[in-house]
């Protein structure tokens, strides 16, 4: 019993200094991991809070430059056609925006 007292001193000292140092350790270790974890937590929850609606009128304006952009590359395409036609020598019959007004 007597050769028991020294080793539960012994372990006990070594706990009162592992529990701190293995906190401080874990904290620092752990912080650049879970830190970016935390703060995409709240931006999904906003996500999927979105109405219906909401989403509608976000589809339908997706939609609206889809169409724009659409517009805008046939309009470069038909003046990229007129310029390679200029290049080449011929005569185009009609410039984009004569094509365009008719």
């Known amino acids: 019993m007597e050769d028991l007292v020294p080793l539960v001193l ?3 000292g070594i706990i009162v200094v592992m529990i701190p140092l293995a906190g401080f350790t874990l904290r620092y270790a752990i912080r650049p991991t879970v830190e970016p974890i935390v703060e995409a937590i709240p931006e999904s929850r906003g996500r999927e809070s979105m109405s219906r609606p909401d989403l509608e009128k ?9 169409d724009e952009i659409r517009e805008a590359v046939k ?3 038909a003046n990229q056609r007129f310029d390679r036609e200029l ?13 365009a007004a008719t």
């Open 10 to 12: 012994g372990g006990m």
């Open 58 to 66: 976000r589809l339908a304006l997706l939609q609206e430059d889809v």
């Open 87 to 99: 290049v080449d020598g011929g005569v185009p019959a009609k410039s984009p925006s004569e094509r």
């Open 75 to 77: 309009v470069l395409l």
